[in-house]
């Protein structure tokens, strides 16, 4: 090969190394499992945003994924996260500087190969410029990246910096930033205050966005507290993830990890559970309650139940029992915020349509301006509504005997939850007592709107129906609901 030749060779070499990196993002971005795609998405109507998970679900990677878009500009077109219009402002932060480098830069710009970076996850020919941590060989403090135009997206260089909260709060003055990500929760809990402090006129004084990824090894914390606790209106949002949330896994992966950690860490390790205070409600492991989606016999007996709610999410669930065994399966279930009757009909309807559904006693309060009861705006949209508001047999709706009731059927092996029904597994995870000045134990209500819908249509399975019946039923024809299920299964 001659020497023009060779060159012309390696120019093409080059160049296809820097396309594969280029579209290196969107491979990323694609691999993605479904629950880091709903974390991305929460950062669109959240401003801080925590993925509270096991040790090696993906959870950095999770965060660095995010941070790479927002620096390039490069969003992907099915992307549901919150973007910016502009070229931002990042802080990336770790515990030193040592593990900023190792866990946060390499992957997105690769190391310092003499004075040169080599590029990651991030192209080399999308570096600018930067500049060295003092004191950390091989790491960056600040990096400057080419951040792409296009559709609404205007072109600049988008400027990274990597932060150690050891050095305390005080290290963290400066200017103000459009988008942070603290990877494991500080010790010190007056460095996320202040990192918040520095974003709140970030994106062009429509204040920044952040996220945390962290495994909770400080237990619950006053941070963890902040974002488990939230009220509706807040600004933060929460997800779970355990290694059942993590295929690329094996038990035999698990198992051995496991066996590093001593035993009162192994919840923390594997379901990212800190300690709960007064304690979760439901300690049962996905693992233990979840069962492969398969078609309902019609033998068997359904019921819905609904959690009615605006800012809150309302909730709609499915039940369906064996009544051979006395089993209770969680089939369906849907939340959504700020949501009308009809949009909520219209995305249940193909498996609510014709089953009878248990509603909470606030549906009979009345609609301002309206003498309707709030229940009969879902009557009209298709809904068939029990008669009554969901009781026990003996007239109450006590709380704790249903999360007893629960509790008991996990116990026992009969109660399951469809493995897909994330948000199911989701909201069973973090749902727990708070214990108060008092020392008096409260269940934290924030996040419990489809526990509540379950709740509800366990209160009433003595209405359930069994499938073929009301499959067999007309549109037209006029029916109402006799207790079928047989009083002694399963203690309802």
Not at 49 to 75: E, F, P, Q
Not at 218 to 242: C, H, S, W
Not at 269 to 298: N, Q, W, Y
Not at 338 to 365: F, S, Y
Request: net charge negative.
């Amino acid at each position: 090969m001659s020497r023009q030749a060779l060159i012309k060779s390696l120019k093409q070499r080059e160049q296809l190394v820097q396309l594969l990196r280029r579209d290196r993002l969107k491979g990323l971005f694609a691999s993605m499992y479904d629950w880091q795609h709903r974390f991305n998405a929460a950062t669109a109507q959240y401003n801080y945003c925590m993925l509270m998970a096991a040790n090696r679900v993906g959870k950095t990677r999770s965060g660095l994924i995010i941070d790479a878009h927002h620096l390039t500009g490069d969003y992907p077109e099915d992307w549901e996260g919150h973007y910016f219009n502009h070229a931002p402002m990042c802080w990336l932060m770790g515990y030193s500087g040592e593990k900023t480098r190792d866990l946060l830069q390499h992957k997105l710009f690769g190391r310092i190969d003499g004075r040169e970076p080599t590029g990651g996850w991030i192209p080399r020919q999308r570096i600018r410029d930067w500049t060295a941590m003092n004191g950390t060989p091989g790491a960056y403090r600040e990096v400057i990246v080419a951040h792409g135009g296009g559709g609404d997206v205007q072109a600049g260089d988008a400027i990274c910096q990597f932060w150690s909260y050891s050095q305390g709060q005080h290290a963290l003055m400066g200017d103000g930033i459009d988008w942070f990500h603290i990877d494991e929760e500080p010790e010190d809990q007056e460095i996320f205050p202040q990192v918040v402090t520095r974003s709140l006129s970030g994106d062009n004084g429509k204040s920044g966005r952040g996220i945390i990824t962290a495994t909770p090894e400080n237990g619950k914390t006053e941070l963890v507290t902040k974002f488990m606790d939230r009220k509706a209106g807040d600004p933060y949002y929460i997800q779970t993830a355990t290694w059942d949330d993590a295929p690329h896994l094996d038990e035999k992966a698990k198992e051995n990890i496991l066996k590093v950690y001593p035993e009162y860490q192994r919840d923390m390790r594997s379901r990212g559970v800190p300690l709960m205070g007064a304690g979760l409600i439901f300690e049962h492991a996905k693992s233990a309650i979840s069962c492969p989606r398969f078609t309902i016999p019609d033998h068997f007996f359904v019921l819905n139940g609904m959690d009615f709610g605006w800012d809150h999410p309302q909730a709609h669930v499915q039940l369906a029992v064996d009544p051979d065994s006395s089993t209770v399966y969680v089939t369906q279930a849907w939340k959504a915020s700020k949501k009308q009757p009809h949009e909520a009909w219209a995305a249940v309807r193909h498996w609510a349509d014709k089953i009878p559904t248990a509603w909470p006693h606030d549906g009979l309060q009345h609609e301002k301006g309206s003498a309707k009861q709030q229940k009969e705006y879902y009557e009209e949209e298709g809904w068939v509504m029990l008669d009554d508001h969901a009781t026990w047999k003996d007239g109450g709706n006590g709380v704790e005997a249903g999360l007893m009731e629960l509790n008991n059927l996990m116990k026992t092996g009969r109660f399951k939850v469809f493995e897909d029904l994330h948000e199911v597994f989701e909201e069973l995870r973090e749902y727990h007592r708070e214990t108060k000045p008092s020392g008096l134990s409260k269940i934290v209500k924030v996040k419990d709107d489809i526990i509540d819908a379950i709740r509800t249509a366990y209160m009433m399975l003595r209405f359930a129906e069994r499938k073929g019946d009301l499959l067999s039923v007309d549109e037209d024809d006029d029916w109402d609901y006799q207790p079928s299920l047989p009083t002694s299964a399963g203690g309802y």
